[in-house]
């Protein structure tokens, strides 16, 4: 952890750029395309050079695409809409649940503590399409298919797991002194948990607030199988640009755009917090 | 307002005057030719409404689920109409094409009420007919309290009508004895030659004329034109690799997917003609094919002779239709022809693929929603959107009879009447309907790749999927 | 009094209280995995009404004489294996580069988070794209290199290395942020120590870095390889598990299966399978976990 020397710093320099033009190339080039009309996109070779247009973003978000056939209706930003109903109702709801239930996994020892945190765990193993078939049976007789509510239940099979194991980790590694001294002063324990704890372990909940919101964000089968198309995501919503009169390529990547920019901002926030958080949570020397 | 323009379009009805005169008068009253057609269109379906009670539904609301297709944006170019014709509310679920049929099996096979009609292939009705979640339209269609003395059934053409019609026994022919009506034709397509004409012009080529000239100028258009491979086909590990022109030329040899043996159904594409075949394909694919043909749907075979970047295609004719048109690099230089693979045949034997209506067994009112189905397959509808809409290609033989519709294709799309009126009789299903289809096919779309890729040799290939399909084919009784 | 009179009853309940309300709602979504083992001991195809019935094992114990099956186990089990372990030395990697707490660190190690944002279907649509040998930018790039006749998914002796390629792309990210994360956390004293002591940056990485990071080595592996071996999305979307069976895994032949076969019992029954080697697998992960923490936290 100390001072580099120079040609570490240099190699260091050159294998973050490599590992940047890995990974950010193709965004970058994703990029580019939605600024472009499919037919600057399909070129034989492909080029850098091209006359930049908004039509992909106008089509979008205005929800009407001017063709030769008439004009054709767009549910992008519904779809953009319910993306963010679903993953952010659901995170918070995965909040609620698991971050009390992540603490006492962390600080108590009881009986069937390890196994009710192991099935927990587990939910997140049990392969969706064997769940779905059952499941779609069960929701249309309770009234819950095509329902935000029965959604969110299920998305809670990928944020709950999540979220409860990296924040145990995370209270895990926080000291019980702090906690304790805050107790013996006379306060409750819920006024501990509340006004300690969870402050103290801000960083792993961000975290894993925000990594479960990707997967949230990113789920593609739980809403096609159970909800009609007034409550489907952006994923579904994408792949309405693949026409029978050919891919939308330009309004596939503004798509892709559009819809990564909420997640950006997201961790660009909890970075903030990620950041903060560390420099409380690590124990200094 | 338009009161003229009303009369004249009762004229027309009336059949006195053509819609061509029509167009000239509204045309001279200072009315639009695009609200000259929508007045007419409109009067035509009031006049629809002369001899049967439309309004027997008023206030109901029929639920769709249906693809994003050209075919759903035309229905919901003309739906107002509808909905002024019958009084009844349409509410409509659009999904995107690449997840729409699991969207289908995922519904009807939790029994959802949701939906009362949807689209569905011709080959879907395979699997959801014995599944019982289709209704027999057989007894809707010849009951005139249910459906409007012009519609017309017999205008259908007939091998569509038979293609959605079946008995369910496995190897039963298509429309034979005992057949149920499981869905109607809305619009199709068969599969023929559509060609860069920009790029044959310059090679001074004619259109392929069977399977050894197709591979032969594939090759030429590779080699002679720089960047530009020979011809696009399907290739991904999907049923849809093997239907469109892949079975049309097999069949062209007379060759089938089955035989029926002492009443049992045997594979059948282990014989020398299919070997001699499969082997001319794989290696039309190997020397003059997309490089990544194991990858190739609908979506890459129509955007690259769009592009430019394959010569030809022997695909859905209206996949070269969609391509000649938009924001594609060579609209208007796509031209049509059609095929017949083998020098001995009278005449080109396409495959068909045939989007239709089905009527849910779980819906609550059948009624309404067959007052819908019938309007948005009835000979106005199909009009509308044949001259209007890329509602193409039409089931009916009227609207193929429709000097407009002619019209307007003859004059953006080079060769592609000639190209129907070649492949139309010829044109219906060759496949033996059967309920493991989807299986099977893929699984002769997997052994097809396996040939290209050079893992199995074709013969091989062959007689192992013969036995692979057997055995399954016994495994569930059949 | 009342108040002394409760405090027991309170310290040994308050861990349930705690975790049940989780437990209850993800129990409510599981009660149809009951259901889905029962239809995996049927002859259920939706096709054939008339053919449903129980037939205890007989769609497991067709597996064991099926070919197509052990290649789907082979195929699942190379390309978890691949996956996790490049994602995590590339992660492990990253995160290590990335460790110390500068403004550019931290804005990058956000940055490199963008291919995780970007739904796995959705992005195996842009790769297909760019890896087409007409109009792909990276076909164009390697074309350059030299290797004009790379063909990407489209040839099986290429297929599995693009697919693991691009879920590489998506998913070290993951991998990369959990390390971090827990890199960042670990306490100052023993690398102070050992500087001090002047000790080989290798020896502090080996025998302090290493074994103080390893929980969080172990829960990253954990998730990426539950999801890895129930990948879908982008094998789907690229390949469909083709060319040929080349990338028949689990999922999609499961999804073949129950989707566009109507084989509901079959597809069932790969799926219990697939979970029980999931199961198995996040066992053996879960104790040894357990392990490390009760270590570490008792030195």
Known sequence: MGSDSGWKRVLRGVLLTIVALFFLFPIFWVFLMSFQTNETILRIPPSIVFEPTLQNYVALISGKLVSNAGVLEIAFMKNLGNSLILSVVSVALSLLLGVPAAYAFARFKFRLGEDIAFTLLSFRFAPPLLVLLPLALYFQSMGLIDTYFGLIWVYQLITLPLILWIVRGYFEDISEDIEYAYRVDGNSWLRTFLKISVPLARPGIAAAMLLAFIFAWNNFVFALILASADKQPVTVGALAFVTASGIQYGQIAASIVLSVTPTLLLALYAQRYLVEGLSLGAVKG | ?478 | MSAAAKRPFMRLALPYILSLPALLVCIGILIPFGTAVYYSMQRYNLAFPMGRGFIWFENYQAFLTDPAFWNTIRVSLLYTFLTVTFELLLGLGVALLLQRRTLMNNVLSIMLMLPLMIAPAIAALMWKLMTNPNFGILSYLVGLAGLEDFKWASDPGTALFTVVLVDVWVYTPFMMILLLAGLRALPRQPFEAAELDGVPSSFVFFRITLPMLTPYILTAVLFRMLESIQQFDIIYAMTQGGPGDTLMVFQVQAYLERYQYTNVGRSAALLMVLWAITFILSNIFVKQWLRLRERARGV
């Open chain 2, 1 to 478: 307002m338009h009161e003229k323009a009303k009369d004249l379009a009762q004229a027309v009805i009336r059949k006195e005057i053509g819609r061509r005169e029509f167009l000239r008068r509204t045309g001279q009253l200072g009315l639009g030719a695009a609200a000259s057609a929508h007045v007419l269109n409109m009067m035509q379906t009031k006049a629809l409404a002369a001899d049967f009670d439309w309004k027997k539904h008023e206030g109901t609301t029929v639920n769709l689920l249906m693809n994003k297709h050209p075919y759903m944006d035309a229905m919901i170019a003309n739906l107002d109409n509808f909905k002024e014709l019958t009084g009844m509310e349409v509410k409509y679920d659009v999904f995107p094409e690449d997840v729409y049929f699991d969207k289908v099996t995922a519904a009807l096979s939790s029994g959802s009420t949701q939906y009362d009609a949807f689209m569905t292939g011709a080959y879907q009705t395979w699997q959801y007919g014995p599944a019982g979640w289709l209704t027999d339209l057989s007894e809707f269609i010849s009951d005139p309290a249910l459906t409007n003395p012009n519609y017309n059934w017999d205008d259908v053409l007939p091998n569509l009508r038979a293609a959605t019609a079946w008995s369910g026994i496995p190897g039963a022919p298509l429309g034979g004895d005992g057949a149920k009506q499981w869905a109607i034709p809305w619009g199709f397509e068969l599969n023929s030659v559509a060609y860069n004409k920009r790029i044959f012009d310059q090679l001074s080529m004619t259109p392929p004329e069977n399977m050894d000239d197709m591979m032969e100028k594939a090759a030429q258009i590779q080699a002679d034109v720089d960047g530009v491979y020979g011809i696009g086909v399907r290739g991904s590990r999907s049923w849809a690799t093997i239907h469109p022109g892949f079975l049309s030329a097999y069949a062209n040899f007379g060759q089938t997917d089955f035989t029926m043996e002492d009443g049992k159904l045997m594979a059948a594409m282990g014989t020398a003609e299919s070997k001699e075949f499969h082997a001319k394909w794989v290696k039309m694919i190997q020397d003059s094919g997309p490089k990544d043909w194991s990858t190739y749907t609908w979506y890459q075979v129509g955007t690259d002779l769009g592009a430019g970047a394959s010569g030809m295609i022997f695909d859905a004719d209206i996949l070269g239709y969609f391509m000649n048109g938009g924001g594609n690099a060579e609209a208007g230089n796509l031209a049509y022809s059609a095929f017949a693979a083998n020098p001995q045949a009278d005449a080109p034997t396409p495959n068909v693929w045939i989007w239709s209506l089905g009527l849910s067994q779980f819906s609550s009112q059948k009624e309404a929603a067959w007052a819908w189905m019938q309007w948005a397959s009835g000979t106005e509808h199909g009009l509308f959107g044949a001259r209007q809409m890329d509602f193409v290609n039409p089931v009916r033989q009227s609207v193929w009879d429709d000097a407009d519709f002619q019209s307007r294709i003859a004059k953006s799309y080079s060769g592609y009447l000639e190209q129907y009126k070649a492949s139309a009789p010829g044109s219906k299903i060759y496949f033996t309907p059967q309920p493991l289809f989807f299986n099977l096919t893929t699984e002769w779309a997997a052994s097809l790749q396996k040939m290209v890729a050079g893992e199995v040799p074709v013969d091989e290939g062959l007689d192992q999927l013969v036995d692979s399909v057997n055995r399954q084919l016994r495994s569930v009784g059949l």
